[in-house]
T-cell receptor, first 112, second 117 residues
Framework: GQQLNQSPQSMFIQEGEDVSMNCTSS?????WLWYKQDPGEGPVLLIA?????ELTSNGRLTAQFGITRKDSFLNISASIPSDVGIYFC????????????FGRGTQLTVWP | DAGVIQSPRHEVTEMGQEVTLRCKPI?????LFWYRQTMMRGLELLIY????????DSGMPEDRFSAKMPNASFSTLKIQPSEPRDSAVYFC???????????????FGPGTRLTVL
């Protein structure tokens, strides 16, 4: 079953606004990943985080690996219409080599 | 480079029929994953392979589902007999291990949208 709690479930924002979403777990994760899924496509990796406390940027996207290793957040600055989609957090645990655990996703809608 | 390839992209079938979904992972990747995505349950891991060997099939819903990986470049997910509740988007993903820095990145295919009438 799902081990990651992702919030919010959906967001409706205006173009130009900043966006923040997060993921939490009761378990420690070794890796945090953030994916985006466009309609009719498979999820595509946005950012990967490998160390507790790590802060990584990819253009307008910034993500952090929580210091407790139980959470992560993703920020999108100055949103644009093409940011629309579903954003998933995912993580790996040392006890289950190779497997990714996914959050339920955040549906982002951007109004022009 | 070609990504993960899945076929067919869409499948419409009638209840009781056998359905076979196909996946070609990225060349050189040693892990292959099958997922199912629905509105109600989100992304669910069904089964995954490492070096063509099934590692964890605990996500397979029931005996009607089976998956095989006869070689490093091909995998199938079969549903027999299919039921309307199997309607979903099925994704295949692959990854490579043993890289520095460590990577857990999975690369997803475009998915197969299955509709069982």
């Amino acid at each position: 079953g799902q081990q990651l709690n992702q919030s919010p479930q959906s967001m409706f924002i205006q173009e130009g606004e900043d966006v923040s979403m997060n993921c939490t777990s009761s378990s420690i994760f070794n890796t945090w990943l953030w994916y985006k899924q466009d309609p009719g496509e498979g999820p595509v990796l946005l950012i990967a985080l490998y160390k507790a406390g790590e802060l990584t940027s990819n253009g307008r996207l910034t993500a952090q690996f929580g210091i407790t290793r139980k959470d992560s957040f993703l920020n999108i600055s100055a949103s644009i219409p093409s940011d629309v989609g579903i954003y998933f957090c995912a993580g790996t645990r040392g006890s289950t080599l190779g497997r990714l655990y996914f959050g339920r996703g955040t549906q982002l809608t951007v109004w022009p | 480079d070609a990504g993960v390839i899945q076929s067919p992209r869409h499948e419409v079938t009638e209840m009781g029929q056998e359905v076979t979904l196909r996946c070609k992972p990225i060349s050189g990747h040693d892990y292959l994953f099958w997922y199912r995505q629905t509105m109600m349950r989100g992304l669910e891991l069904l089964i995954y392979f490492n070096n063509n060997v099934p590692i964890d099939d605990s996500g397979m819903p029931e005996d009607r589902f089976s998956a095989k990986m006869p070689n490093a470049s091909f995998s199938t997910l079969k549903i027999q007999p299919s039921e309307p509740r199997d309607s979903a988007v099925y994704f295949c993903a692959s990854r490579i291990s043993g890289r520095e820095p460590p990577t857990d990145t999975q690369y997803f295919g475009p998915g197969t949208r299955l509709t069982v009438l």
